[in-house]
């Protein structure tokens, strides 16, 4: 579904990593975890076509992002669904108005998927502040808001950089059941991050591959976290 093919990346004539292959299957579950600074976030971008490599290639979909024309990546992009660390929301709009957003860019319309809103919002625990602007929101409410905007459209790819870093651990929980049951629907799922207690509470309930970048590679850990 998504693949690197001996990816190199580069920025300020430093090497931030190089050599790396890797393969998101179609439903499985990845973490990656690394010291700040490694480059998590970067690999994220790598793989929805944010960045473009150096050296290598990054397919989507069978797809060579570096050949896409702008339509192209945009068409491809709708298929991946990005929860950013640092969300921006239009203060003008209301947080469900925010949510829906990727709804009314695509012509699709919230009216058509307002039950799947509701209950979205309901499962991140915003059904209170629906109505609320961005501005009036704690940071741990907008990370939760920008989770339930990166899978409105049901994605077949969800890639999340620190979605549950500014959220309680009850919370985090639920977010975590919300993207597991999004994977035992077939949904490929990508998380950045530092939480090891974390990566725990999911390899208990599914099969999760842990990656971890260390000396400018990618590497699959160990299975005691």
Known sequence: MIELDNVAYSYS??????????????????FLTGPSGAGKTTLLKLCYGALLPS?????A???DLAALERDGMALLQRRIGVVHQDCQFLDHLSVAENIALPLQVTGRGAEHATDDLIELIGWVGLTHRATAMPPELSGGERQRAALARGVIM???VIIAD???????WEMSQRLLRLLIELNK?????????HDLSLIRAAKSQIQARVLRIANHQVQLSGADL
């Open 154 to 156: 049901s994605p077949d």
């Open 55 to 59: 050296v290598g290639q990054v397919r």
């Open 13 to 30: 004539g430093g090497a931030l990593f190089s050599d790396i292959s890797l393969t998101l299957a179609p439903g499985s579950f990845h």
């Open 162 to 168: 620190e979605p549950t870093g500014n959220v309680d």
């Open 61 to 63: 979909f069978g797809q």
């Open 185 to 193: 629907m077939g949904k490929t799922v990508l998380i950045a991050t």
